[in-house]
């Protein structure tokens, strides 16, 4: 339970910054390659805390819970979806097209703001900050 979330059970900060810098400094493409050894989004959910203070902090756990879920639906196999606290997570990407990067990016947004049958009324969206080594660095 050290390195997961209690709520959501995905991996937390702790175990995010260890599959990041083992993932930084894993064998990979390098900058001239389609591919990029690592993409990262950082994600922040938009419109949680009117639904955590509208609806209350149930109906909040249970939007990050189903998030978490959504988030791994929309990912590949090998990739990981951590939660750093709050409405706050990153998705590590290993070994992954450019191009591919921003389908993975948009099924994010797409299935995040989908409506929650628990609370058909509460929304939330996401922001996504997206970055990729080597081409936009190559260290922490």
Request: charged residues 25%; proline residues 6%.
């Amino acid at each position: 339970m050290a390195h997961h979330d209690p709520l959501t059970g995905l991996p937390n900060r702790v175990l995010n910054l260890q599959l990041f810098g083992e993932l930084l400094a894993g064998s990979g493409p390098d900058s001239a390659s389609p591919k990029s050894k690592l993409a990262v989004f950082c994600l922040d959910l938009d419109g949680f805390k009117a639904v955590n203070d509208g609806f209350g902090h149930a109906t909040g756990d249970a939007v990050l819970v189903a998030v978490a879920k959504r988030l791994r639906a929309s990912v590949r196999e090998v990739d990981f979806v951590c939660r750093l606290g709050g409405d706050e997570f990153v998705i590590l990407l290993p070994d992954i097209a450019d191009n591919e990067v921003i389908s993975v990016a948009r099924r994010v947004v797409s299935r995040v703001s989908e409506p929650f049958e628990f609370a058909p009324t509460a929304r939330i969206g996401v922001s996504i900050g997206i970055a990729a080594a080597p081409r936009d660095g190559t260290n922490r």
